[in-house]
Structures are given as C-alpha cells and as structure tokens.
C-alpha cells in the first residue's frame, strides 16, 4: 500500500520560511509527477507547484519567485521551500503524486494527508 507523508508545516509569520516535506512509500516502482496543491478554508484546492521527473516544473503565478519545488528521486521525497510567506499562504498543503506501485504495477494518484500552514503575526 503506497503512502503519502507531509510534514513540515508551522505557525510562522509574514515574511517567513517553511520547508515542507513528502515521502512516498510503499511498494513504488517509479513515480512520475510529484506536487503540492493547498485548500484555504472556503475556497477550492488549488496546484501550488509540480515536478516531473524529468524536472520540469509549473508554479501558480501568486507564488511564483517565492516558493521552490525540489526532489530525491532516490528517496521517492518531494519538498516545497516556501519564502516570503503572506498570510494569504495560509491553507492546508497536500502532496500529490501519479505512483506506478503494487505488485500489479497500477498507476495511480495519490494524496497525502495534509499538513497546516498558518502565516500570521
């Protein structure tokens, strides 16, 4: 059973940083897009930052220049370096993945749990 794991996410205020964590496990034989989506309380979840394995990336324009998405295709693990934060950051962030695992070797996506980042002084 293959598993998203968040971690990272914190109370911090404007203009801070955060780092955040995912790590994919389970029985992976290889993952192609890895991301970061966000839900603000109300609103809609939407894509923060993606990577394919290739690296090519995609960022939302409201965090363009202020976020950096990153990965270790050797420890299944993506991050999302967050810099400048404003308080309109504030959401729950949740990784993604598109995962070719199980011993069927089925591609599909995944989410992970969540994990809460509040910007506020």
């Known amino acids: 059973q293959v598993q998203l794991v968040e971690s990272g996410g914190a109370l911090v205020q404007p203009g801070g940083s955060l780092r955040l964590s995912c790590a994919a496990s389970?029985?992976?034989?290889?993952?192609?897009?890895m991301g970061w989506y966000r839900q603000a309380p109300g609103k809609q979840r939407e894509l923060v930052a993606v990577m394919t394995t290739g690296g090519t990336t995609n960022y939302a324009d409201s965090v363009k220049g202020r976020f950096t998405i990153s990965r270790d295709n050797a420890k299944n693990t993506v991050y999302l370096q967050m810099n400048s934060l404003k308080p309109e950051d504030t959401a729950v962030y949740y990784c993604?993945?598109?995962?070719?695992?199980?011993?069927?070797?089925?591609?599909?996506?995944?989410w992970g749990q969540g994990t809460q980042v509040t910007v506020s002084s």
């Open positions: 389970g029985t992976i034989f290889s993952i192609s897009a």
């Open positions: 993604n993945a598109d995962i070719l695992a199980g011993m069927r070797g089925t591609l599909r996506n995944y």
